[in-house]
């Protein structure tokens, strides 16, 4: 129903995201109403996160937007600092799960999605598969910045074309990747 890992079940339900108790074994039992609650106010998010009209929006004429996805507040302030420092002409919108991303990115027509993968709410796996299921974000750029372990990443089935870096980030190489897909972006829109 929620199309999320195991994990990210346990940890809405450690958080309070979903109503729930752990049984004398340990084990989680979870209230349907709690789970058809958050699947409303994830349709909700969605739906909400669509553009008025049939056609995506006009990107800006001068700048960029990045989209920075991560549940980690001071983590999503270190990236905006670092990023304000490259010299990109582009505008960091920050959200703090994938549900708020969707809708920024719905809003804000971004050139660019940076996002972490185990976040509550909408986990970043669900964000993507979203996104490439949508012909309007189908081709978007994204580069994942995660703590999971790579064969954790690969067996919840992120595509392969997106770039995946470890946490801590080396800023270098991550700068490196950025300017190489805002600058394949740019190219492809010269070329349309």
Same mark, same amino acid.
């Given at each position: ?71 980690? /507040?001071?983590?999503? @302030?270190?990236? #905006? +600092? ?11 919108? =920050? $959200? ?69 870096? /470890?946490?801590?980030? @080396?800023?270098? #190489? +991550? ?11 740019? =190219? $492809?829109?010269?070329?349309?």
């Amino acid at each position: 129903m929620l199309g999320v890992s195991h994990r990210t079940v346990q940890l809405w339900v450690e958080g309070g995201v979903l109503q729930a108790w752990k049984t004398a074994g340990g084990h989680r039992r979870i209230l349907v109403s709690s789970v058809q609650r958050l699947v409303a106010q994830r349709n909700q998010a969605v739906a909400n996160g669509q553009p008025a009209s049939s056609a995506p929006a006009q990107p800006p004429a001068r700048g960029r937007r990045i989209v920075m996805a991560d549940d980690d /507040a001071t983590l999503l @302030r270190l990236y #905006e +600092l670092e990023l304000s420092g490259w010299g990109l002409d582009a505008e960091l919108i =920050k $959200a703090r799960d994938g549900f708020d991303a969707l809708i920024k990115i719905g809003e804000a027509q971004p050139d660019l999605l940076i996002s972490d993968l185990n976040m509550p709410g909408m986990d970043g796996f669900r964000m993507v598969r979203t996104l490439r299921a949508d012909p309007r974000y189908g081709k978007m750029a994204i580069i994942v910045i995660s703590g999971l372990d790579r064969a954790t990443i690969s067996s919840m089935g992120l595509p392969d074309d997106i770039p995946v870096f /470890a946490k801590p980030v @080396r800023f270098s #190489e +991550l700068r490196a990747r950025v300017e190489q897909m805002l600058g394949a972006e740019d =190219k $492809a829109a010269t070329e349309t």
